[in-house]
């Protein structure tokens, strides 16, 4: 990192540290990136990749040693990090990468209790979920659906992500925003849970444990639940492209749904999508830190991210583009985008993170007995009794999750 002298002389110089989600070889295309703006700046950069990415970042604030810089996936959890005081507000030149609905404000109280609205972090890399993928040749059969809830230290995820994209296509966006943002209880939440029981045991199947195993490793060096050979439809966001050829495609998931989506006041609702996204957040404030989100943000550095990364790993960025031409699946996908009537963030993404992981354990606990209502009795009454205790602590300070998709030409 540079920072200016004192007395107009050289700066001072030293590693800037980047801790992101990307390990064990998929961040190769993002560290060329980095050395890429390294040639441009001449300041240095650190990529430190983790898959514990939460518990590596606490554990660093609470030594007093966090990052320059950090890339998270949950809005959630920067708005924690933003109350404590542990994040950097986006300083004025580099406000306007705060991409909605990835970036909303957040209002925070400073050390004189007054309260201020900011943005603290920006999008960098962006994925459509609220989709189903399948092969050209079963994409109209009857689902066999693949089931993979397992992910290391957040396994649950892919589960949450059934019941809010089911919430977001039966309920409309502003239901869903008022659920996610604590406003609306659980119980309110039980048909979606029914629908998604009855999404798992369509045709007679039967609970399997195997769907506890990882939502993408097959064994070895096999990858993707399609490859399996025991089912036809996958429900996922647009990078598990990267495990599939041109064979396999993605369609919205209201497509797939044993009936249509229930009309929605707002037309938009209509063709509605949720979306995840990688944020960079400033921990440790310098004018280097602020170039850096600047330039990651920048046309410059997304071109040269895309060239880096393998055709099925290209990366989308706000707008739904991806800079660098992509096989057929990645076109389907900017297409989708592209025709969006709203996009929501991830709803577990956006929860305070003690609620967003008692949802992760909820839909474990429940895909093992789908079909027990007394288990779904107690799993809403635990996930509502945590909402009001986190209603209690004013941990929900995120409003605004959906919004009309600004699409890039």
């Given at each position: 990192m540079a920072t200016a002298g004192c007395g107009g002389g050289p700066p001072e110089e030293r590693t800037l540290v980047v801790l992101g989600p990307w390990a064990d070889g998929e961040e190769k295309p993002f560290v060329e990136a980095l050395r890429s703006i390294e040639k441009q700046t001449g300041h240095r950069y650190v990529y430190k990749g983790t898959r514990s990415l939460r518990e590596t970042l606490v554990a660093q604030l609470q030594a007093g040693a966090p990052p320059d810089m950090a890339i998270l996936n949950s809005p959630g959890e920067l708005a924690e990090y933003a109350r404590a005081g542990d994040l950097r507000p986006l300083p004025e030149r580099v406000a306007g990468a705060a991409v909605t609905p990835w970036a909303p404000a957040v209002t925070v109280e400073d050390a004189a209790g007054e309260a201020r609205t900011r943005a603290y972090w920006a999008p960098i890399r962006v994925d459509l979920k609220s989709l189903v993928w399948s092969r050209n040749e079963a994409a109209d059969s009857a689902p066999v659906w693949c089931v993979g809830l397992g992910s290391g230290a957040t396994s649950g995820w892919p589960g949450t992500d059934w019941i809010e994209d089911l919430m977001l296509q039966r309920e409309g966006s502003a239901e869903y925003e008022e659920w996610a943002t604590g406003r609306k209880p659980w119980e309110e939440t039980r048909p979606v849970w029914e629908e998604w029981a009855r999404i798992l045991t369509a045709g007679g199947r039967a609970p399997d444990a195997r769907w506890l195993n990882d939502f993408e490793k097959l064994g070895g060096d096999r990858y993707g639940l399609l490859n399996r050979g025991d089912c036809t439809h996958e429900h996922q966001g647009s990078f598990i492209r990267r495990h599939y050829?041109?064979?396999?495609?993605?369609?919205?998931?209201?497509?797939?749904?044993?009936?249509?989506?229930?009309?929605?006041?707002?037309?938009?609702?209509?063709?509605?999508?949720?979306?995840?996204?990688?944020?960079?957040?400033?921990?440790?404030?310098?004018?280097?830190?602020?170039?850096?989100?600047?330039?990651?943000?920048?046309?410059?550095?997304?071109?040269?991210?895309?060239?880096?990364?393998?055709?099925?790993?290209?990366?989308?960025?706000?707008?739904?583009?991806?800079?660098?031409?992509?096989?057929?699946?990645?076109?389907?996908?900017?297409?989708?985008?592209?025709?969006?009537?709203?996009?929501?963030?991830?709803?577990?993404?956006?929860?305070?993170?003690?609620?967003?992981?008692?949802?992760?354990?909820?839909?474990?606990?429940?895909?093992?007995?789908?079909?027990?209502?007394?288990?779904?009795?107690?799993?809403?009454?635990?996930?509502?009794?945590?909402?009001?205790?986190?209603?209690?602590?004013?941990?929900?300070?995120?409003?605004?999750?959906?919004?009309?998709?600004?699409?890039?030409?």
């Open positions: 050829g041109d064979d396999v495609r993605p369609r919205p998931t209201a497509d797939h749904l044993d009936r249509p989506p229930a009309a929605k006041e707002d037309e938009d609702d209509e063709n509605a999508f949720e979306v995840s996204g990688d944020m960079a957040a400033v921990f440790r404030s310098s004018a280097a830190a602020w170039d850096l989100l600047d330039r990651l943000t920048s046309k410059k550095a997304r071109d040269s991210w895309a060239a880096e990364a393998m055709p099925g790993e290209r990366p989308f960025f706000p707008g739904g583009t991806t800079a660098a031409t992509g096989p057929s699946a990645t076109k389907d996908v900017q297409e989708l985008f592209r025709s969006a009537g709203r996009i929501c963030f991830d709803a577990s993404d956006a929860m305070p993170p003690t609620l967003r992981d008692a949802f992760y354990r909820a839909v474990l606990e429940f895909a093992v007995r789908p079909d027990d209502p007394a288990l779904l009795d107690r799993l809403l009454k635990q996930l509502e009794a945590e909402r009001l205790l986190q209603d209690k602590e004013k941990a929900f300070v995120l409003d605004d999750l959906c919004g009309t998709p600004a699409v890039a030409g």
